[in-house]
């Protein structure tokens, strides 16, 4: 039973005090259950999580590499001689602000596509289940990609890239959906993080491959038809594996549902992991179904948990960028820390007083500062702002606001994605003016997310909404919530003894 229920069956108590401890028995309660589930119960040499877990967070983010590989792998065409001729490029290199707009252009149809896909993926994946849609895009995405590695023009080019983007903005929901649903609480953030890191790897492998690439007239063909590999190997591996044992049980599926927990939990926690989940899905039900007016109400704090991620997602993408054992604020605040020193070095190294250019030292340090801030970023705003949009969201309301918050990033990373190109010429900001408007949003989004973000690591996704009923925020002080005077928690949110 929740908070919530509990409390509004508690009406006929008189005194808000009486009501907190409403809450703090309830908290106490469970949290005392999750210990002896996690700590006593456990047989000895059992480990803690099955292997499959892992495995099905693993398959999952395989969609995450085709984010990232496209990240990795599109920009770097774009000096590829034969790419250059094929759509009438100047060869020289001596770009015009028509073909700055057609690079802008090529990345920020696939982001818009991701924008248009991200949308409706919530409701997509309430209504056929979290598995088939992921099954359905790797389908689509495998259509924009024939289409952008056989392209004869640019507007053929610019089709694919709309299609895959479609495809990347449904994989980025429902990943996390999908991941955050099968996790323990224990590893919830670490599978959730797996996302990010096959976004790196994704990275990786396609700058690495352009590398070779580009040496061949055809190489650009290559480098868009490589993404033909992934979702078939993604639609292959994904066949035999389980659905969100949430989503089979809010489908009334509650056989098909315990059968699929049972291969993501452990035989001494089945039962009782079992339980909760039913008693989830028949509160659901007694609350109805959710709606977007729900989303956007103050009821149980939603409307302050979707800014939250959506606020998160704009960060992410403002701070320029196109683990988990401690704090997620903690991890957010350091990160935005790094990020910041090093954008601020970028900037003041390309700066006018500074001739990046033909000065190799300069040159050196600027990528050295680069690399240095794309650390910060992969620990930090990278994987955490998806981890926590995956996990404060109550289930009857989740899948609409997660389309909300990535489509909240695809917005923003459409418009990067075209601006920063004219931003980088000379005329216009040139590079030390970009990465100083960079900068000023990092120092920003550090700042509000030290002050907005509660502490949600190793909460469980059945008291999340006791977590955002128990904490206010308290700018005037230097620890941003209040703790409720009988709530027997220990650093629930913001690192406060409770």
């Not at 892992?54 to 395989?62: E, L």
């Not at 056989?255 to 079992?274: F, G, N, W």
């Not at 606001?401 to 004219?422: G, K």
């Amino acid at each position: 039973m929740s908070l919530t229920k509990d409390i509004k069956e508690g009406k006929n108590k008189k005194t808000v005090g009486e009501l907190n401890d409403v809450a703090g028995d309830h908290i106490a309660n469970s949290k005392n259950v999750n210990s002896r589930s996690a700590d006593s119960s456990r047989p000895e040499g059992t480990p803690a999580v099955k292997w499959y877990v892992y495995i099905v967070a693993t398959v999952a983010s395989i969609g995450a590499i085709m984010n990232g590989y496209d990240t990795g792998a599109t920009g770097g065409t774009f000096v590829f001689q034969g790419f250059r001729e094929s759509f009438g490029w100047p060869e020289d290199g001596t770009d015009t602000s028509d073909v700055d707009s057609q690079k802008g252009l090529i990345t920020a149809l696939f982001t818009i596509g991701a924008l248009i896909g991200a949308l409706p993926s919530g409701m997509c994946a309430d209504w056929i289940g979290r598995k088939p849609v992921l099954m359905i895009n790797c389908v689509i995405y495998l259509l924009g990609s024939l289409l952008q590695a056989f392209a004869v023009n640019i507007g053929m080019m610019y089709a694919g890239r709309i299609i895959g983007g479609f495809a990347i903005g449904m994989f980025m929901c429902i990943i996390g959906l999908y991941q955050g649903e099968i996790a323990p609480v224990s590893v919830r953030g670490t599978l959730v993080t797996i996302q990010q890191l096959c976004s790196c790897l994704g990275i990786v492998i396609g700058s690495a491959l352009n590398i070779w690439w580009q040496t061949f007239d055809a190489g650009w063909h290559w480098s868009y038809g490589v993404k033909i590999i992934f979702p078939i190997v993604m639609f292959t591996m994904m066949i035999p594996l389980i659905e969100s044992p949430k989503w089979l049980a809010s489908k009334n599926k509650n056989e098909a549902a315990k059968e699929a927990l049972a291969k993501v939990r452990q035989e001494y926690e089945l039962e009782e992991e079992y339980s909760i989940l039913i008693s989830e899905v028949e509160q659901m039900r007694e609350e109805g179904e959710g709606t977007w007016g729900e989303v956007f109400s103050n009821e149980n704090h939603m409307l302050y948990r979707v800014m939250i991620g959506c606020a998160g997602q704009f960060f992410q993408q403002l701070s320029g960028i196109n683990a988990i054992i401690v704090g997620r604020r903690s991890l957010l605040i350091s990160g935005g820390i790094g990020m910041f020193i090093f954008t601020l070095l970028v900037a003041i190294m390309s700066s006018p007083a500074l001739n990046y250019k033909t000065d190799k030292t300069v040159g050196i340090l600027i990528i050295m500062f680069c690399a240095l801030y794309v650390v910060f970023f992969a620990y930090s705003w990278g994987p955490i702002i998806w981890v926590v949009c995956a996990e404060i969201y109550p289930q009857r309301l989740r899948g609409k606001c997660m389309s909300l918050t990535t489509a909240t990033n695809f917005v923003f990373a459409t418009i990067i994605a075209y601006c920063t190109p004219l931003m980088l010429r000379e005329e216009n900001l040139d590079m030390w003016g970009t990465f100083l408007f960079f900068t000023c949003f990092i120092i920003v989004g550090t700042f509000w997310m030290y002050w907005i973000i509660p502490e949600t690591a190793q909460v469980p996704s059945e008291e999340m909404d006791d977590l955002f009923d128990h904490y206010k925020i308290k700018p005037n002080q230097g620890n941003p919530f209040e703790k409720p005077k009988s709530a027997p928690l220990k650093k629930l949110a913001g690192g406060n003894q409770v």
